[in-house]
């Protein structure tokens, strides 16, 4: 069974979070006909322009970019996946906070598919970068899929890890139309020069990922890491990740939980002060901020409990933009005075005492999936039914915007088949 809930978008893209510059010196556009569009579009672009956020704005960035692959359709092809790729790039890891600028996977994947279709065989940095990116990007469930898309493209690497220094040269991306043969020379051995350790970090990469985000949440773990193992090269160091991961093929802190049980007790009634955030989970930092500086504004700090997540819709089903959570911060009972007037998605109301199964997610665990797979299948197993969203109390470290660095409970309200009391239309 996949996770009921795949918390991390950013998990989602564990792979993308490359630093400004280094797609700026080795991934990036050249203006090298000085062109006054691709200059603007430079200009607008936050990774192009050194991290510039106060010029920085992605819609002028894909107008002035859009606007020169148009007027110049017969660019070279390396020229126009270098700037699909930093289209692509607008769209997941180069946003603007200051505008709000939120990821667009869907847009980011149909540009990175863009750089492919212009360069299909030669490999550089920026090439690279869009195959990278798209093993999660055209793989939206994580899973056998997403793993089977990784081994994939390890297999890819592993072919180019084998190619001699002049093959790679031979293959390698231009950055401009001409060079002299000596300044040629000189690019590619500059360019060239780290791949070889670069690729054999993504490829680890790859396959602890595999292991530790994918086949930990397939039903049948050993089925994903047997299937890495068969497709693995018999003498290559990643399959050491695998063989270990057999002997525990959950993460091993989940391992130690899961051994102890889940803990069922009961929430006693309180008064929350609740917003709902639509969204995903890793840009929720300034909803949960504008909360609490809401409740100073109305004296109800220092507030009576850890902040408390409620998920409201199951983020399997909808994109990552339709998220829905009611965020809560526990306050006194004189809050209820303010029902009704606090705008239409923040309020107070009275939370009544329910009956929890609960367990730790601890810190440094960044994917949650097993813990939720493991509380659905116990709440089957041991005659109850969940009766609302599943939720979740933060205990650690819940302002650092880290989730993998929180420790929080996981929990859902239950209750025994026996005592539920159904009802029906009366005949």
Known sequence: MMAFYNFKPTLILAGICICLSYSNCLCGVLNYDNDPDLDKALKYDLEMNGGKYKVADRTLAEKYYLTYLKKNPDVESFQK???????GALYTVAMNPRLDEKRDLE??????????EC??????HTTLRAR??????RTKSVGFNRLKARVKYYEFLDNISKLDKESIKKLWLPKRPVLSEDEHD???????????????????SLIYNAVKCDAIVMDVPIEGLTYMLEHLPDNAPERKIVKKAMNEPAEPIVNEMLKKG?????????????????????????????????????GLMPPRGPVTYKYLNNPTLVSSEHWLTEIRIPVAEDALKLV??????????????????????????ADPGTIYNRLIIWIHQN????????????????????????????????????DLKLTGCDN
Do not use: C, W
Request: charged residues 20%; proline residues 4%; positive net charge.
């Open 81 to 87: 996946a270098r700037i699909y790729a930093q289209l």
């Open 107 to 116: 847009k980011a994947r149909l540009y990175f598919e863009k750089v492919l």
């Open 119 to 124: 360069e299909p065989e030669r490999i550089g």
């Open 132 to 137: 990278n990116m798209l093993v999660t990007l």
């Open 186 to 204: 000189a690019y590619l051995e500059r360019q060239i020069s780290g791949i070889p350790d670069h690729i054999n970090s993504v490829k680890h």
């Open 262 to 298: 889940f803990a069922v007790r009961t929430m006693n009634e309180q008064v929350v002060l609740y917003t709902i955030y639509r969204g995903p989970y890793n840009q929720m930092g300034s909803a949960i901020g504008k909360l609490f500086a809401l409740a100073g504004q109305k």
């Open 340 to 365: 009704g007037k606090l705008g239409e998605m923040t309020d107070v109301k009275k939370v009544p005492t329910m009956k929890m199964v609960v367990a730790v997610k601890p810190e440094g665990l």
């Open 383 to 418: 005659n109850y039914t969940a009766i609302d969203g599943f939720r979740e109390i933060f205990l650690t470290n819940t302002m650092s915007g880290d989730y993998s660095m929180m420790k929080s409970e996981i929990m859902a309200p239950i209750e025994k088949l026996a």
